[in-house]
């Protein structure tokens, strides 16, 4: 099996930063294209950014300029730096990955359990 593990999530005032950790773990044969998501009471998961096995990434216009998405591959894990943050970024947020499992080189995303970012006004 595979385990998306996120951590880092919590409280900050608005204005402030915090930095969230996804680490994969398990039968995995190669990581492929790996996100970040988040979730706000009473709405959809929405993508936030996701990045490419190269380095590639892409960002939600409300997050430009402000988060930033980043991957080590050998380590495998991903990581968002949210800076600048309001009350708006309020959500519990997951990290997906598309993997390529090692038992049966079969391709399938997977979802970490989430972690809860409350940004305080």
């Known amino acids: 099996q595979v385990q998306l593990v996120e951590s880092g999530g919590g409280l900050v005032q608005a204005g402030g930063s915090l930095r969230l950790s996804c680490a994969a773990s398990?039968?995995?044969?190669?990581?492929?294209?790996m996100a970040w998501y988040r979730q706000a009471p009473g709405k959809q998961r929405d993508l936030v950014a996701v990045?490419?096995?190269?380095?590639?990434?892409n960002y939600v216009d409300s997050v430009k300029g402000r988060f930033t998405i980043s991957r080590d591959n050998a380590k495998k894990t991903v990581s968002l730096q949210m800076n600048s943050l309001n009350s708006e970024d309020t959500a519990v947020y997951f990290c997906?990955?598309?993997?390529?499992?090692?038992?049966?080189?079969?391709?399938?995303?997977?979802w970490g359990q989430g972690t809860q970012v409350t940004v305080s006004s």
């Open positions: 990045i490419g096995r190269g380095g590639n990434t």
């Open positions: 398990g039968r995995i044969f190669r990581l492929d294209d």
């Open positions: 997906k990955a598309s993997v390529v499992r090692s038992d049966t080189l079969s391709s399938r995303d997977f």
